[in-house]
T-cell receptor, first 114, second 115 residues
Framework: AQSVTQPDIHITVSEGASLELRCNYS??????LFWYVQSPGQGLQLLLK??????LVQGIKGFEAEFKRSQSSFNLRKPSVHWSDAAEYFC????????????FGKGTMLLVSP | GAVVSQHPSRVICKSGTSVKIECRSL??????MFWYRQFPKKSLMLMAT?????????EQGVEKDKFLINHASLTLSTLTVTSAHPEDSSFYIC???????????FGPGTRLLVL
């Protein structure tokens, strides 16, 4: 069965510092990959997605993610974090063959310190 | 584009009553909609998948008679929590997927509190 691992439950970053959130997946074929962000009491907002092609994907709010097939990873990055980026971040995958349901990681809570 | 709305955003009801939550895709047609439940500090738990015009597919452990799902059109799905009890209190989130690709767009969620 496919799985998604976000090894960091919490991460604290100083405002203005760079950020990298880790995501690893376990699946036979390369799945479609997504990053979502959830602010407290809100739904999930799509940050970016990877289906194929260029392995460096640009998203909204200054985020980017890099797909590395050899490492089965899809890490999310941002060069300079803003206080408003504090939220829960979810990595998710879906198999490329036919429509299926998303498999989510457990999420990483990002805290931004002044 | 790809906006999903939910109504109501929060609801308080008495134990034993039923509550209906609406999920709408505002600017696209959603052939498939999903209903999730989220417990505090937890990831999303998929409850059911609904395709327009057909019966919903429920995940294991989700009572289909308690959580009634109707996907009557390509832009609207409803979740009715029947005979709600305090343990049904939770954050319910819907998502919608287009026929174009595998991307799910999520609604803002509905906070249900059953007293």
């Amino acid at each position: 069965a496919q799985s998604v691992t976000q090894p960091d439950i919490h991460i604290t970053v100083s405002e203005g510092a760079s950020l990298e959130l880790r995501c690893n997946y376990s699946y036979g074929a390369t799945p479609y990959l997504f990053w979502y962000v959830q602010s407290p009491g809100q739904g999930l907002q799509l940050l970016l997605k990877y289906f194929s092609g260029d392995t460096l994907v640009q998203g909204i709010k200054g985020f980017e993610a890099e797909f590395k097939r050899s490492q089965s990873s899809f890490n999310l990055r941002k060069p300079s974090v803003h206080w408003s980026d504090a939220a829960e971040y979810f990595c998710a995958v879906v198999p490329p063959s036919g429509y299926s349901t998303l498999t989510f990681g457990k999420g990483t809570m990002l805290l931004v310190s002044p | 584009g790809a906006v999903v709305s939910q109504h109501p955003s929060r609801v308080i009801c008495k134990s034993g009553t039923s509550v209906k939550i609406e999920c709408r895709s505002l600017d696209f047609q959603a052939t498939t909609m999903f209903w999730y439940r989220q417990f505090p500090k937890k990831s999303l738990m998929l409850m059911a998948t609904s395709n327009e015009g057909s019966k919903a597919t429920y995940e294991q452990g989700v009572e289909k008679d308690k959580f009634l799902i109707n996907h009557a059109s390509l832009t609207l799905s409803t979740l009715t929590v029947t005979s709600a009890h305090p343990e049904d209190s939770s954050f319910y989130i819907c998502s919608a997927r287009t026929s174009r690709d595998e991307t799910q767009y999520f609604g803002p969620g509905t906070r249900l509190l059953v007293l």
